[in-house]
C-alpha cells in the first residue's frame, strides 16, 4: 500500500503523462497525414513497429568482488549510528550439481544496491517498491550526456545544468518519458582502484550528478528515470545524498553501474530494464539492455 502522497503524486504524472501522449499522438499523425475526416482511423496515429540493428548491454558481470560502496564482511556504521556487517555482495551456493543430481541448481544471496542495479523510490522514500513500477516505465528513450572529458582530471566531476542545455542545443530537447544517463567513462575503471578513487581518508570519489541538473529534469522535463556508470547518484559535493532524496522522493527511479555507454549514440537508442518484480524490493541487480 503506497502512502497517500505518493499516490498523489503518481496520479499527477499519469495525468501529465497521458495528455503528453495524447498531444504526441495527434500531432504525429497530423505530420504523417494520417488524419482525415473521411477515415474510420481519425485521430489514431500510425503504429510503427520498434526498429533497431544491435542490442548493447549496458550490464556489468555481478561477482563476489565487484566494487560497492561497502565492503562484505567489513564493519560500517548506518546514517541512523547503528553499527553493522554487510554480507558479501553477491554469494552463489551450489544446492544442486550436475555430477550427482544431474542438475545444476543454486541458492543466490545478494545485497539489493551492487553491480548494475535499480533505485526504486523505495530506496529514498516512503515511495513504490519496484513490483510497484509500471512495465512500460521500463521501456524508455534514452538520452546518454557525455562528461568523460571533464571527468577525466576530476574525479568528483558532476553531470550539471549547462550540461544537459548543451547536449538539448545539439540533439533538441530530451525526449519525452526518457531515460537520461550520466556517461562520465567511469566504467572502464570497474576492476580498478580508481572506480572507487579514494582519497586520502579512504571516502569515495566517483562523478555524479548536480541537484541542480536534476531539478530541470525534474520540473522541465517529462523524464521517467535517470542512469549513471558509477555507483551513486551522489558524490562527496552532495554529502547529505539530495540527489536520491530528490529525485526517488518524487516517484521515480534511476540505474547505478551502467556499462557501455560509449556503444550507444547520444540520442536515438532505446532502453529495456529487466528488474526483478520482487514484491517490496527497494532495487536490485538488473540485466539493462539498449536497443539501437
Not at 494520417?34 to 549496458?58: H, I, M, Y
Not at 538520452?143 to 568523460?148: E, H, P, S, T, Y
Not at 536515438?268 to 524490493?281: E, H, L, Y
Request: overall charge negative; hydrophobic content about 40%; aromatic content about 6%.
Amino acid at each position: 500500500m503506497c502512502a497517500p502522497h505518493v499516490i498523489e503524486t503518481v496520479k499527477k504524472r499519469i495525468h501529465r503523462r497521458n495528455l503528453l501522449q495524447a498531444a504526441g499522438a495527434t500531432t504525429a499523425a497530423a505530420s504523417a497525414g494520417c488524419l482525415s475526416t473521411d477515415s474510420p482511423k481519425t485521430g489514431t496515429a500510425a503504429q510503427n513497429p520498434v526498429e533497431f540493428s544491435r542490442v548493447v548491454d549496458l550490464t556489468h558481470t555481478l561477482h563476489k568482488d565487484f566494487p560497492a560502496w561497502f565492503v562484505g564482511g567489513q564493519e560500517m556504521t548506518s546514517r541512523g549510528g547503528r553499527v553493522f556487517t554487510p554480507p558479501a555482495i553477491v554469494d552463489v551456493k551450489p544446492q544442486f550439481e550436475w555430477e550427482h543430481e544431474k542438475v545444476n541448481l543454486n541458492q543466490i544471496t545478494y545485497w539489493e544496491h551492487v553491480g548494475t542495479h535499480m533505485d526504486a523510490p523505495s530506496h529514498f522514500s516512503e515511495g513504490s517498491s519496484v513490483e510497484e513500477i509500471p512495465a512500460e516505465d521500463l521501456v524508455l528513450p534514452l538520452a546518454v550526456i557525455d562528461i568523460k572529458a571533464r571527468a577525466a582530471t576530476d574525479p568528483l566531476a558532476l553531470m550539471t545544468l549547462d550540461d544537459l542545455k548543451a547536449w538539448e542545443a545539439q540533439h533538441g530537447p530530451i525526449p519525452e518519458r526518457a531515460l537520461v544517463a550520466m556517461n562520465s567513462g567511469w566504467a572502464q575503471h570497474v576492476d580498478t582502484p580508481k572506480f572507487k578513487s579514494l582519497d586520502a581518508n579512504g571516502k569515495h570519489r566517483q562523478p555524479a550528478m548536480h541537484i541542480e541538473a536534476i531539478e530541470f529534469l525534474m520540473e522541465e522535463r517529462n523524464v521517467v528515470a535517470i542512469g549513471v556508470d558509477t555507483f551513486s547518484f551522489d558524490n562527496q559535493h552532495s554529502p547529505g545524498s539530495d540527489v536520491h532524496y530528490k529525485w526517488l522522493g518524487d516517484e521515480r527511479w534511476g540505474l547505478e553501474n551502467l556499462n557501455n555507454l560509449d556503444d550507444v549514440p547520444p540520442i536515438g537508442a532505446t532502453i529495456i530494464v529487466g528488474q526483478p518484480k520482487i514484491k517490496g524490493a527497494t532495487g536490485g541487480p538488473n540485466r539493462v539492455l539498449a536497443m539501437v
